[in-house]
């Protein structure tokens, strides 16, 4: 069974730092780019981060440039959010989800990316 | 940055309704669109992906239709285990999502 599995959530104070993690399973872990998704409470979706296959590339929303990072370790098949001077308005369920992909027609070396499958999700809480 | 655009934002509906959810983008995105299903308290779901494709096990009463700015999901008839909160999200450059539209029970 295709699984994501977060972890690493809690309560933390404004300033403070925390890393989340997910587990992957049921598939290659290190053929797929991999995002991070946040959702405050009772608000919508934000996309966070995502990592390349590899690790070679990330990219990150711009309310957390210089404080989160995102990573991976292929062999543990596993994602990471290192989450650093945390602001209130962080608090939020952190999603973990895979970037499904397929060719985009007559462009080769071209991909529509989707996130297919979601883990449960974390909750992190910022507050003194 | 990409900005995406849901209406309306909530709508009400009665079971067997047709119904429509518009996604505009802030800027050209070609058929790089996908759309999402929330029910509370839990993980969003795939629907659509690449503006138009069913995603894998979905019910063909969802569709999808749209490239360029102006996109829209359709609900052929509304079956009561579809309520619930809708999202477009773009992949065109980074990721972006629309603000929702909650579909809720007339």
């Known amino acids: 069974e295709v699984q994501l599995v977060e972890s690493g959530g809690g309560l933390v104070q404004p300033g403070g730092s925390l890393r989340l993690s997910c587990a992957a399973s049921?598939?290659?872990?290190?053929?797929?780019?991999m995002s991070w998704v946040r959702q405050a409470p009772g608000k919508g979706l934000e996309w966070v981060a995502n990592?390349?296959?590899?690790?070679?590339?990330?990219y990150y929303v711009d309310s957390v440039k210089g404080r989160f990072t995102i990573s991976r370790d292929n062999a543990k098949n596993s994602l990471y959010l290192q989450m650093n001077s945390l602001r209130a308005e962080d608090t939020a369920v952190y999603y973990c989800?895979?970037?499904?992909?397929?060719?985009?027609?007559?462009?080769?070396?071209?991909?529509?990316?989707?996130?297919?499958?979601w883990g449960k999700g974390t909750t992190v809480t910022v507050s003194s | 940055d990409i900005q995406m655009t849901q209406s309306p934002s909530s709508l009400s509906a009665s079971v067997g309704d047709r119904v429509t959810i518009t996604c505009r983008a802030s800027?050209?995105?070609?058929?790089?669109l996908n759309w999402y299903q929330q029910k509370p308290g839990k993980a969003p779901k795939l629907l659509i992906y690449?503006?138009?494709s069913l995603q894998s096990g979905v019910p063909s009463r969802f569709s999808g239709s749209g490239s360029g700015t102006d996109f829209t999901l359709t609900i052929s008839s509304l079956q009561p285990e579809d309520f619930a909160t809708y999202y477009c999200?773009?992949?065109?450059?980074?990721?972006?999502f629309g603000q929702g539209t909650k579909l809720e029970i007339k």
């Open positions: 690449a503006a138009s």
């Open positions: 989800a895979r970037d499904g992909f397929v060719v985009v027609p007559a462009a080769p070396g071209a991909y529509y990316y989707y996130m297919d499958v």
């Open positions: 049921g598939f290659t872990f290190s053929s797929y780019w």
């Open positions: 800027q050209s995105i070609s058929s790089y």
């Open positions: 990592i390349k296959q590899d690790g070679s590339e990330k």
């Open positions: 999200q773009q992949s065109y450059s980074a990721y972006t």
